[in-house]
């Protein structure tokens, strides 16, 4: 193992050569911290291949250049952190409406407001799910390190394209500005994940093209020509297509990282930075001879709730880290059997959960 | 493409209009498919793009592309879109409503000289949710909300995007016979071009001010807003710009990683968390890095968080390093193994973590910071007599050295090596010389 290289990076730079080798040729953001780093490599980086780097005025005309941008066929990008998400929520809306492929970064902050800038948090959870009006299904991925930041950043542009709708990458200020040493093998090579399969299971989006078909597209319900409609039976049509083209593909969009132990009866779930302590905490708990099983979830949006079920077979107590007030919690609690026992570990204090404290509710100190 | 012209533009099929009778909207999309008609333009070429209010019901009414969006962006839309592929023309219907709400991305896309063409549909007033007042309402105007009077100064759409920067910028009414020549100039214009169109909204602002044509001329008068064109400069869009700029940057090297071969062995066992901390300037970040690059090359696995105020140059500046045999999993640091203290600004950041610390651990510390309240080891960071001319500028550096030899974690060529690999050259001397002092 130490014969292997290393790299010394950290999650921006790693975010943003996902983007551009997923093909992204367009990006536009605003700054703001922990994010900026992200919008720093695109604008740097596009203009050398052809690309169009962007700095909005705000994160809603940001978001609304990488909407007209994708409209006329570019693979578009964008990051930002909690305060900026609250910008682009009514443009998330129009993003899932029009059928338009867009990956969102979220380097999630310490809030509410603007919170403790710049401290790691997971409080965007819920968020992402229910940022826009309409309560339509999303697609969110979380990294737990810089290499899955880069495989995960290049997944969601697969699954942005696919499903068309907009895909958050929703990591934290610890995982994009830590620079660490990361083997060099683990950044070439994606993990074990299933392919995304090809095709399109969205509408497809035919740019606009000066020698191309005609297209009209709106953000309001609409008919098959793109123009405003008020039919009920068409409304109705067009959005249960929207909410299912996500909600009937549950299989295809889940992943997760099982780490199960025959007999263990305490299962742990986490995601994101507070992942990696769980994992800390795990082999802790292992190294001393005790039992314990884990998953880590990568698909946070839709829930992996298949997955989470295989996982609870046998399992009498769930503890979930996580870097809020129980966001991901409350979803595993539709899971589980009443009589299994949900354990919580947030902190919201700027500090990241540690693995002592994963171990403590272990063992119920 | 002039082959491809027709002989109107608006979607015969679609019509009526649903605008209300006397409402100058349609005159203005007549403007629009004529001026795109002696253009010679083929309706692929063009882009409408209509935000909210009743000119956002335009673009059924067209053969072009079009584009629906929310109220008071068309302008970012259409300004992804015309970056994207310059060869459509792209022209934007917005209305008062939209120049007050997006009125922050209407000035910016004057100030970038974004290559497309806004038609700004002013009639004073909100039309489509009941006759509310908007940012041109005149002064003392009666609208739904308003009753006594608007109180406000009324906004200078044209204006304001003239100073703003605006290659092409004109104002005009909807009765204009020249309107489509105008049209055709701001679109034939390359850069960012407004016409702001002034005219009727007969369902609200015309019964409840009486005001007619007639009465809208003598206003415009009043103002001394001269309708024709007001500003045509010759600066570049930002299409032709950023092309420069894409030319520019075509012969730099694509960002890659920095790759750090297995050079030197060691002999650690277990992570160990280390702790610099100091103030602004210092280059601690630095030093961290130097740290764990030189720990990289030896084999082992690093994170390095960095700490600093949104100030970045004054307050402290904390670096937390986690060097382990292991991949590092968690890289928090609640009680650090070693602590390296430099400033009293660092001092006082990391004291929850000093005291959290106990005799297991070790703190080293410069000289004149005062009591610290720890159970850990306190040992004074001790730099050779030879370093002292380089304690202002090199502390962090000597400290870094100064772990380096202590903690004996990697062999000291290591730390050499890492300022060679990830240093830049002139750095990398300076800092070459600094480690000197404990050879």
């Known amino acids: 193992m130490n014969n292997q290289q290393r790299e010394m990076v950290d999650g921006a730079a790693a975010i943003a050569r996902g983007a551009l080798n997923a093909g992204c040729n367009y990006y536009a953001g605003y700054p703001i911290t922990p994010a900026s780093g992200i919008l720093s490599h695109m604008l740097r980086e596009l203009p050398k291949i052809g690309g169009i780097g962007f700095q909005g005025e705000d994160e809603i005309s940001s978001l609304g250049h990488c909407i007209g941008a994708a409209m006329a066929g570019a693979t578009v990008f964008t990051a930002t952190s909690g305060p900026g998400l609250s910008l682009y929520s009514e443009n998330l809306g129009l993003a899932i409406m029009m059928e338009v492929p867009i990956v969102i970064a979220i380097s999630q902050r310490l809030g509410p407001s603007t919170g403790a800038a710049t401290a790691s948090a997971q409080g965007d959870i819920q968020f992402m799910r229910w940022g826009t009006t309409g309560g339509y299904p999303m697609i969110v991925l979380s990294p737990t390190n810089i290499s899955e930041s880069y495989h995960l950043t290049k997944r969601a542009f697969k699954l942005a394209e696919r499903f068309r709708t907009p895909v958050f990458l929703a990591s934290d200020k610890d995982t994009v500005m830590t620079t660490e040493s990361v083997s060099v093998h683990d950044m070439e090579h994606t993990p074990d994940w299933p392919e995304i399969p090809n095709g399109v299971i969205g509408k497809k989006l035919d740019p606009y093209r000066v020698d191309g078909p005609i297209h009209h597209y709106t953000g309001s319900s609409h008919n098959d020509e793109g123009h405003i409609t008020k039919d009920p039976d068409i409304i109705a049509t067009l959005n249960e297509r929207l909410r299912m083209k996500i909600e009937s593909n549950l299989d295809e969009l889940s992943l997760v990282k099982s780490d199960l132990e025959a007999g263990a009866d305490t299962l742990m779930v986490s995601y994101g930075v507070s992942a990696r302590s769980m994992e800390a905490a795990v082999n802790e708990i292992r190294n001393v001879g005790n039992k314990v099983s884990s998953m880590t979830i990568y698909s946070l949006w839709p829930i992996p709730e298949k997955a989470i079920k295989n996982n609870l077979k046998g399992i009498k107590r769930v503890i979930v880290p996580e870097m809020n007030h129980g966001q991901y919690l409350r979803e595993i609690e539709r899971l589980v059997d009443r009589n299994v026992e949900l354990v919580g570990i947030n902190r919201v204090d700027t500090i990241l959960i540690t693995p002592e404290e994963i171990t403590g509710a272990y063992y119920g100190r | ?439």
């Not at chain 2, 390093?321 to 650090?336: A, F, L, N, T």
């Open chain 2, 1 to 439: 493409m002039g082959d491809k012209k027709l002989d109107t533009y608006i979607a015969e099929g679609n019509l009526p209009y649903a605008f209300c009778p006397g409402c100058s909207h349609g005159k203005i999309l007549e403007a629009l498919s004529n001026s795109l008609k002696q253009q010679g333009l083929g309706p692929s070429e063009v882009v409408i793009v209509t935000d909210i209010g009743c000119v956002g019901l335009s673009d059924k009414y067209f053969v072009t592309h079009a584009f629906h969006g929310l109220h008071g962006r068309a302008i970012t839309y259409a300004s992804g879109i015309k970056m994207q592929n310059p060869d459509l023309k792209v022209v934007v219907l917005i209305g008062d409503g939209g120049c007050g709400i997006g009125g922050h991305h209407l000035l910016n896309a004057a100030r970038l000289n974004t290559d497309v063409n806004v038609l700004v549909f002013n009639n004073f007033n909100f039309g489509m949710t009941g006759g509310q007042h908007s940012v041109t309402t005149p002064l003392d105007s009666i609208t739904a909300t308003t009753a006594l009077g608007s109180t406000d100064a009324p906004m200078d759409i044209a204006g304001t995007a003239q100073v703003n920067g605006g290659g092409f910028i004109a104002r005009a009414t909807a009765f204009d016979k020249d309107l489509p020549d105008i049209i055709e100039k701001a679109m034939k214009h390359d850069g960012f071009s407004l016409i702001d169109i002034w005219e009727l909204c007969t369902a609200y602002f015309v019964p409840r001010n009486d005001f007619g044509k007639k009465e809208m001329m003598s206003y415009m008068d009043g103002m001394q807003m001269a309708s024709g064109i007001l500003q045509e400069t010759n600066r570049p869009s930002f299409q032709t710009s950023y092309k420069n700029i894409q030319k520019q940057a075509s012969q730099q090297s694509p960002m890659s990683g920095l790759i750090l071969d297995t050079k030197f062995s060691s002999n650690l066992e277990k992570p160990i968390r280390i702790v610099l901390a100091g103030a602004a300037g210092q280059k601690v970040v630095s030093a961290g890095n130097l740290l764990a690059s030189a720990a990289t090359l030896s084999g082992l696995w690093t994170s390095r968080r960095a700490d600093f105020p949104i100030t970045i140059q004054t307050g402290f500046s904390v670096a937390e390093i986690v060097i382990s045999p292991e991949p590092v999993d968690y890289s928090g640091i609640v009680k650090p193994d070693i602590a390296a203290i430099i400033a009293p600004e660092g001092k006082a950041k990391i004291s929850r973590l000093t005291h959290a610390m106990k005799s297991t651990g070790t703190i080293y510390y410069s000289d004149g910071l005062g009591e610290i309240d720890s159970e850990a080891n306190i040992l004074p960071l001790l730099f050779p007599e030879s370093a002292k001319r380089d304690l202002r500028k090199n502390i962090s550096a000597l400290t870094a050295a100064f772990l380096a030899k202590e903690l004996n974690m990697f062999p000291f060529e290591a730390l050499k090596e890492a300022a060679r690999q990830i240093q830049k050259p002139k750095i990398a001397e300076i800092n070459l010389g600094v480690f000197a002092h404990f050879e």
